[in-house]
């Protein structure tokens, strides 16, 4: 089965930046869409962006125009570029593939954004 390790998440202040990873194992990656979730304490997991395999992508309105996702098939690796940060996106930060599949979440990677 696929595993997937997020990274790169920490405090920031309003307005400021992050860039997540995700690195996938096995071989289905290339082809997989691939998606950010992400989830607060006491509410449901929330997609906010998917990339197809050749590049396409999408976003929910709450992150469009601050967030950019992107990939390097060749090195297993999804990427969010996170801008303008509000403090509404503090959250934990998951990959997974699109749909989504129960046994592939990882631990996620904490995004704070705090004065």
């Known amino acids: 089965q696929e595993q997937l390790v997020e990274s790169g998440g920490g405090l920031v202040q309003p307005g400021g930046s992050l860039r997540l990873s995700c690195v996938a194992s096995?071989?289905?990656?290339?082809?997989?869409?691939m998606a950010w979730y992400r989830q607060v304490p006491g509410k449901g997991r929330e997609r906010i962006a998917f990339?197809?395999?050749?590049?396409?992508?999408s976003y929910a309105p709450s992150v469009k125009g601050r967030f950019t996702i992107s990939r390097e098939n060749a090195k297993n690796t999804m990427y969010l570029q996170m801008n303008s940060l509000k403090s509404e996106d503090t959250a934990v930060y998951y990959c997974n593939t699109f749909p989504s599949k129960d046994d592939s979440w990882g631990q996620g990677t904490q995004v704070t954004v705090s004065s």
């Open positions: 990339i197809g395999p050749s590049g396409s992508t």
């Open positions: 096995g071989s289905a990656f290339s082809t997989s869409i």
